[in-house]
């Protein structure tokens, strides 16, 4: 069962598009064990949602995703975008997202030694998801993040100063969680 | 082992002071079975951190710290406390935490049941943080969380009318996180 669970993701992961670089040699450290296999990754990112009730994020719409640092003006052309489009009593909120892997481990010993892994690297948020007999989910995840309420109902609250402020410090969470993207890659090549 | 680390928890818990009553009941419930015993809780909080530089949160300092909503004149007078106090350099951020609870079971199997009923309490970020001889951990928590840089240097860069905004949300968030627990409660005594 977990031998043709892992084949079928290696395959799907070779063919698929859209993995962020900078975490495709994290997962190619990660599958080229036989204990493991990656379900699920993103190298960490920053987001605008809008959502149509307050804390109702499941019924979040994207308004703007990147996976790297974003400027000023890319930022404020996100909003332009939502005030001209957004529907009365809807929030925007910023979020800056650490990164995250989801894996597969064949057995309860191989998930902890990943684990202790990523947890000595800096993914202080990391746990086991799942356990079942066919194979145990752990979740690479770290510390950093942030949720930022900026306006309602098409309207920004906050100054250009503060929106800066924000960013800035979004863009520092974004590039500490890359960092320890490294950090955990050499890690996983020390395992050898 | 278990059975004696469970016996001291719980002799802590009883002489022990500082705990939340909105999550008593919870640990209760939870105690009361001899596979699992609490280690830790919050109830949920909202609190002001200082921190000396850009994402440092292991040096935080708690400039302010609630259990329940927050009035705008309350976070007003914790943001002057902040600014007449403050370092060069340090930051101060609002967060928004949810209910988090520690709890020991005695083996994987217990840690699974628990971990079932409070991800279909609603407590989806749930999961087994350690899994070792003598006990498998979980970490009961949700998925609210609010974490806003609010300024630097002693002065505050958003509007008031922005600061209401956001501790209406804090608020809020607060608010969820506490009625999840009551949704826990009935689940975990459902169980018996």
């Keep these: 069962m977990f031998e043709l669970a892992r084949r079928r993701a290696l395959e799907a992961l070779a063919t698929g598009s859209g993995i962020d ?14 204990e493991y296999y990656t379900t699920s990754s993103c190298s960490g990112r920053i987001v605008l949602i809008s959502l149509p009730e307050a804390g109702a994020k499941k019924k979040a719409k994207f308004v703007a995703k990147w996976h790297r640092p974003v400027s000023f003006e890319e930022l404020q052309n996100s909003l332009k975008i939502w005030a001209d489009n957004m529907h009365r009593g809807e929030e925007l909120w910023l979020l800056a997202q650490s990164p ?27 746990s086991i998801k799942s356990v079942s007999a066919d194979r145990t ?16 109902d098409g309207e920004i609250f906050c100054s250009e100063r503060f929106l800066r402020f924000v960013l800035e410090r979004a863009n520092f969470v974004l590039q500490r969680g890359k960092r320890k993207l490294e950090k955990l890659l050499s890690a996983l090549r020390k395992l050898r």
Tied chains: 1, 2.
């Design 21 to 34: 670089e900078d975490i495709m040699e994290i997962l190619d450290e990660i599958n080229r064990r036989e």
């Design 137 to 152: 989910v752990v979740e690479i995840l770290s510390t950093e993040r942030m949720d930022v309420p900026l306006g309602i």
């Design 100 to 126: 995250i892997i989801h894996v597969a481990a064949k057995d309860l010993s191989s998930a902890k030694q990943i684990l202790k892994v990523a947890v000595a690297a800096g993914f202080k948020y990391s």
